[in-house]
């Protein structure tokens, strides 16, 4: 009479059984690392669900194996007995057929090390599919390591040129009337929200409206320029001052086009679904409150609301406030021991030796990119998000991966968030809806852009080369170019190289070089 086995034991059974035919079979046989499917059945796994289970635990036991010292030629030939005898047991207890089948079946001696086609991990093919960190760690460390060495070796040669006066010197008492001017700025703000509620109640006209912010809008740049070409100020109040007014201008130009096509909404009579659907969005409101939030908050785009946090990080705010102070400590002491030696030993670029302005500019370019990065750490993150903190502004995204970039239209589109979101707003797409060509809409957006950096940069050095001018004006060209690399090559990595060695290695020392030896020649005339 028969007697029907356990799965346990035929499971057992089955193992046992391949464990003889192998042994007899010698060399000539060869182990696979996985089961066959009779081998399977044999010992009762059903399905793919248990061939999993072993084939998941066989790297398992493996591992096991090696971390018991399994595997390897030593001589602890009782602890892998005794690990073996466990094994059986629970086996025999009918326990964990998984584990035998790991035991047993893997990596034999006549298993195949080599199972499929791979590549090395620094190929062609392979090496943007692997994880650089440890390389990006490297990168970090050699950088601190080299720029370490540079301050030393700096500062035994020069010493430490850093001066108070960068902070703070009896000079800049002298700026008193750029800081009135500064101060007196809110006036235009106000005068543009008495236009708006005089025309919200019908007591101007819309060409009158218009007209008015014209005026105070065009007012709010020139009355800065007029004070600072008047007044023998330091170049960086200068800077500061006009910074101010081209944000009030910028602001004020987006609170008036704002209100303007609200107006319009507002007088459409409701024909279709969308217009009245888009008109109860948004209402049309002059509201005092709505613009003081505007004027101080970090964006150029006026609209009545805004998305809000619900509460201030304290704590953050204060960490941030310490970085802001370190970071722009960094950036003053790069500027006095680095920048102002090598520009003050320098010629003007466009007169002297062509190697040796080369030389200048390649040597200028590292602490300036420093220096630039600085900044836009300093204003782009911790201000911009001090700031928003402090008022709640919920949309933080005042920049997006610019370092990313592959060409230079997208590095326009994404390092200055603010100014972009204004240029779309209120320049390009306005000129598309009046039928303007879309290139030409870009180069009127440029346009814009080289004047104010003009303005920014001429003004307070009381200069006019249009060297700023010059360099914004020539992003077109140059956005062109690397549109059609891209499409070319069809490779980030050409267009980013590009990127990088044109704006910070050649563009930002040359204009540096430039500003600084005219600057130098306008006060030798005047002394």
């Known amino acids: 009479m028969a007697i029907s086995s356990s799965p346990e034991t035929t499971a057992v059974a089955a193992a046992s059984t391949m464990m003889n035919e192998q042994s007899e079979a010698g060399s000539s046989y060869c182990i696979r690392k996985r089961w066959s499917s009779n081998s399977f059945k ?20 493996d591992i096991d194996r090696n971390r018991n010292g399994e595997g390897e030629n030593n001589d602890d030939g009782v602890k892998s007995e005794s690990v073996m005898r466990n094994f059986e047991e629970k086996i025999a207890k009918g326990e964990n057929r998984e584990i035998e089948a790991a035991i047993k079946f893997t990596y034999r001696p006549s298993s195949p090390a080599h199972r499929r086609i791979k590549e090395s991990p620094l190929s062609s093919d392979a090496i943007f599919r692997q994880s650089h960190a440890g390389l990006f760690n490297l990168c970090i460390v050699v950088l601190v390591a080299v720029n370490s060495r540079l301050i030393i070796e700096n500062l035994m040669k020069y010493g430490l040129l850093m001066r108070a006066g960068f902070w703070f010197s009896s000079k800049s008492l002298r700026d008193w009337p750029l ?46 320029v007029f004070v600072i070409l008047r007044c023998d100020s330091a170049v960086l109040s200068g800077v500061t001052l006009m910074l101010f007014a081209c944000i009030v201008w910028l602001k004020l ?19 279709a679904d969308a217009t009245s659907a888009y008109t109860k969005e948004l209402p049309y ?18 609209q009545l609301s805004y ?51 080369i030389e200048r500019v390649l040597k200028l370019s590292v602490p300036n990119l420093y220096v630039w990065l600085c900044m836009f750490y300093c204003f782009f993150h911790l201000w911009l998000n001090i700031l928003a903190e402090l ?36 320049i390009y797409f306005p000129c598309l809806r009046n039928g303007i060509p879309k ?36 992003q077109v060209p140059l956005v062109l170019l690397t549109n059609y690399l891209q499409m070319k090559f069809q490779n980030s990595m050409v267009g980013n190289m590009i990127f990088w060695f044109i704006f910070s290695i050649f563009g930002q020392p040359m204009c540096v070089l430039l500003y600084y030896h005219d600057l130098m020649n306008r006060k030798g005339k005047s002394s």
Not at 42 to 61: H, I
Not at 188 to 205: G, I, M, N, T
Request: aromatic content about 14%; charged content about 20%; hydrophobic content about 50%.
């Open 42 to 61: 044999a010992a009762g796994l059903r399905g793919s669900e248990d061939t999993e289970k072993v084939s998941s635990l066989v790297n398992e036991g």
């Open 179 to 224: 800081f009135m001017c500064c101060l007196s700025l809110p006036i235009f703000p106000l005068a543009s929200f008495l236009v708006e509620k005089l025309a919200q109640r019908k007591y101007l006209s819309e060409p009158v409206a218009v007209l008015l912010h014209v005026i105070i809008t065009t007012t709010s740049v020139l009355y800065p």
């Open 253 to 271: 130009v987006s609170y008036a086009h704002t209100n303007y096509d609200m107006r319009a909404l507002a007088k459409l009579s409701v024909k």
């Open 285 to 302: 409101d002059v509201s005092f409150k709505s613009l003081v939030y505007f004027m101080v908050a970090p964006t150029l785009c006026y």
């Open 307 to 357: 998305p809000r946090t619900e509460y201030i990080r304290k704590g953050w705010v204060a960490r941030q406030l310490v970085k802001l102070v370190i970071f722009t400590g960094v950036m003053g002491f790069i500027i006095e021991q680095y920048i102002n030696p090598i520009v003050k030993n320098s010629q003007h670029p466009l007169k002297g030796n062509l190697l040796y302005a």
């Open 391 to 426: 008022l709640r502004f919920g949309d933080r995204e005042f920049y997006k991966d610019w370092w990313n970039a592959r060409t230079f239209e997208e590095y326009w589109r994404m390092w200055n968030m603010p100014v972009h979101k204004w240029m779309v707003r209120h």
């Open 439 to 474: 290139g030409v809409a870009v180069l009127i957006a440029f346009l814009i852009s080289a004047i104010f950096h003009e303005l920014c940069i001429a003004v307070p050095c009381h200069i006019f080369k249009l060297w700023a001018f010059i360099g914004i004006m020539f």
